[in-house]
C-alpha cells in the first residue's frame, strides 16, 4: 500500500513528487511512457514567465507569480541551466500599444516587479535586431529561461534520492475508490492500492478527472510548432522577444535558449488527437511569417531541428490545482496545466504537495537529502576543469558527441542517475548528446553502445524513445539465416 501514487511524470508531477518526498510516506510515480519528461514538459518555449500575461486573480496568474519566484534558487539547487535575460513583448500600433498597457496593469495587479512601456528608440537600443517598425514594448526584466527536461529530470532525481519510486512505460487505464476508504490505480500492468492519488497526468488528466469528479471537464489538445536554430547562429537578441498575445495564447517569440540556441515558434492550433506531435508545412509557414515581424532578417539556414508540442488547454481557461471536486477524500489533481504551467510547477508542486501531505498526516523528514546538483557539463568547463575533471575519471577524456561535445563519462553518469536514460532520447534530454546539428547522426551508435553495456541488455532492445522505437530490428546473421535457412 502506498501513501500517494502520483499520476503523471511532467515537470507538475516530478515537482508534487519532490515536495511529497520532504515526508515520511511510500511514494510512486507511474508515467505512460517510458521516460520522465515526455509530455508537454519536454516540448515548450523554456521561458519562465514573469507573469504579466495571466489574468489576476486566476490561479495561473498566482500560481506563475510564486513559481517564477522559486526559480532561482531551485534551479540553482538541481544544477539545471536557468537564466533572466527579460523579455519584451513588441507592439506595432497603436492598437498594440492599448493592450501592451492592459498587460501592464495585469503586472502590476498580479505583482510582476520592474514591467514598464518602453519606445522605440530604447527598444533599437536593448535589441538592434528588432524590426524597425516596432512602435512600443512592454519590457519585463523578471522574464527567466530555463532547461525544461533537465528541470523535469532534475526534480524526479531528487524525488527518487529521498524514496520516490518510479514506474514508467505503464499507463494508468483507470482509478477507482475503494470499499475501505482508499484507492485502487489499474494500470497496463498491474493493480496499485494508495491512500492517495494526485492526477499530474497533463493531456491525459482530464479523463482521469471524469472518472472520479462531479465536475466535467474537457480538455482541448492545442498544438504548438518551432523551428530550433543551431547554437553557431548568431544570436539576434538576448532578450524572449514576443507579440502580443492572442486569445488563442502567447503568440509567436523568437528566444535565446539556455543552452544558445535561437527557438522561433510555437503557433497554436486546436487539434483532436492529443498526442499527434507531427510539424506541418502549413504550421511552420506561420512561425516563419510571425517571426519575421519581430526580426526581419530571419532565415533558417541553421535551422538543426523542428518540434511540437501539445497544451492540454482546459476550456475555462484556467488551472485546477487541489482536491477533486465532488471525489471520495484522497484524490487530488493538476489539471488544465497549459502554459505557464512549467514556471508554475514548482509553486504548484509545493501546494499541492504540502496539501497531499497534510490529508495523509504525514511528518515532514528530519534526513531529507538535498539535491545532488547534476554536474557542470564538460562543454561549459574551462580547460582547469576540464583537466581536473580528466584526471577523476579518463572517460571524460572520450567526446561522444562532437557537436554538443558530450563526454562518455557524462553519457554513463546520465544511465546511473536516480532516474536513469534508459533510451537515446533520454540520454539526449539528460547531456544534450544528440541535440546538435547532426541530431544524433555521429554519436547514437556509441549512445547505444554505452546504454547496453551500463544496462547489460542487447542492441537489439534500446529504443529511440521506447515503445516500438527500436533502432535495430536484427543482426545480419539472423536476416542472413532467414533468406537461406539451409546454409551452415
Ligand atoms: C508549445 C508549448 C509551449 C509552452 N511554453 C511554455 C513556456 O514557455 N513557459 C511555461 O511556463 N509553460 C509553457 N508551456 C506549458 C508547459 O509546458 C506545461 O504547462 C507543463 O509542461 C505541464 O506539465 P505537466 O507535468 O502537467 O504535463 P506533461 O509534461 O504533459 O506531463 C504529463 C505526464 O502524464 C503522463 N500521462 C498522461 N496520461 C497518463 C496515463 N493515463 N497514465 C500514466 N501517465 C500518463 C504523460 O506521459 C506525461 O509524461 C508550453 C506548452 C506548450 C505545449
Redesign the pocket.
Known amino acids: 500500500m502506498y501513501d500517494a501514487i502520483i ?7 516530478c515537482a508534487v513528487a519532490q515536495q511529497l518526498s520532504r515526508y515520511a510516506g511510500r511514494l510512486l510515480v ?4 517510458e521516460d ?6 519536454k ?7 514573469a507573469g504579466f500575461d495571466a489574468h489576476p486573480g486566476t490561479e495561473k496568474a498566482r500560481l506563475n507569480v510564486k513559481g517564477a519566484k522559486m526559480y532561482k534558487e531551485l534551479a540553482g539547487e538541481l544544477g539545471v541551466p536557468y537564466g533572466q535575460p527579460g523579455a519584451l513583448v513588441l507592439g506595432f500600433s497603436e492598437d498594440d500599444r492599448a493592450t501592451l498597457n492592459k498587460l501592464l496593469e495585469q503586472a502590476n495587479a498580479n505583482g510582476v516587479e520592474g514591467c514598464r512601456i518602453v519606445e522605440r528608440d530604447e527598444i533599437l537600443k536593448m535589441e538592434p535586431n528588432t524590426n524597425p517598425a516596432v512602435v512600443c514594448a512592454l519590457h519585463a526584466p523578471t522574464s527567466g529561461l530555463v532547461s ?1 527536461y533537465e528541470m523535469t529530470c532534475a526534480l524526479a532525481d531528487s524525488a527518487a534520492e529521498n524514496g520516490a519510486e518510479f514506474i514508467l512505460n ?4 483507470e482509478i477507482k475508490p475503494t470499499a475501505d476508504g482508499n484507492w485502487l490505480v489499474i494500470t497496463g500492468r498491474d493493480e496499485y492500492k494508495t491512500r492517495a492519488v494526485v492526477n ?6 482530464g ?2 478527472h471524469n472518472m472520479i469528479s462531479t465536475r466535467r471537464v474537457k480538455l482541448i489538445a492545442r498544438r ?1 510548432e518551432y523551428y530550433l536554430l543551431d547554437h553557431a547562429a548568431e544570436m539576434p537578441f538576448h532578450m524572449t522577444m514576443f507579440q502580443c498575445p492572442t486569445k488563442m495564447g502567447k503568440g509567436v517569440l523568437v528566444s535565446p535558449t539556455t543552452h544558445g540556441n535561437i527557438l522561433l515558434g ?1 503557433t497554436a492550433d486546436d487539434i483532436d488527437d492529443g498526442y499527434d506531435t507531427a510539424t506541418t508545412r502549413k504550421g511552420l509557414d506561420n512561425v516563419m511569417d510571425k517571426v519575421r515581424l519581430t526580426w526581419k532578417n530571419a532565415n533558417l539556414r541553421l535551422t538543426i531541428t523542428t518540434f ?5 488547454h482546459e476550456e475555462h481557461g484556467d488551472f485546477i490545482i487541489g482536491k477533486v471536486e465532488g471525489a471520495p477524500a484522497g484524490a487530488f489533481e ?1 489539471v488544465g ?9 514548482p509553486a504548484i508542486g509545493q501546494e499541492l504537495g504540502d496539501e497531499v501531505a497534510a490529508f495523509l498526516g504525514l511528518d515532514r523528514k528530519d534526513d531529507w537529502k538535498k539535491p545532488t546538483p547534476i554536474p557542470k557539463a564538460f562543454r561549459v568547463m574551462t580547460d582547469e576543469e576540464r583537466a581536473e575533471a580528466y584526471a577523476k575519471n579518463p572517460e571524460y577524456g572520450t567526446l561522444v558527441c562532437r557537436c554538443e561535445q558530450v563526454t562518455e563519462a557524462e553519457i554513463r553518469a546520465a544511465i546511473r542517475r536516480p532516474v536513469g536514460a534508459r533510451s537515446i532520447d533520454g540520454v539526449k534530454r539528460r547531456t544534450r548528446a544528440g541535440m546538435g546539428r547532426c541530431q544524433g547522426g555521429f554519436c547514437s551508435p556509441r549512445v547505444m553502445e554505452i546504454l547496453c553495456e551500463e544496462l547489460g541488455v542487447s542492441p537489439l532492445e534500446i529504443t529511440k524513445c521506447g515503445g516500438d522505437s527500436r533502432l535495430l530490428v536484427g543482426t545480419l546473421h539472423d536476416i542472413a539465416k532467414e533468406a537461406r535457412p539451409d546454409e551452415k
Open positions: 499520476i503523471g511524470a511532467g515537470v507538475v508531477g507511474i508515467d505512460r511512457m520522465v519528461a515526455d509530455g508537454a514538459s516540448a515548450n518555449s523554456g521561458i519562465v514567465h525544461p505503464n499507463p494508468v487505464l499530474c497526468a497533463g493531456m491525459g488528466s479523463v482521469l504548438g510555437p511540437s508540442g501539445i497544451r492540454a493538476a496545466v497549459e502554459s505557464p504551467g512549467l514556471s508554475a510547477a
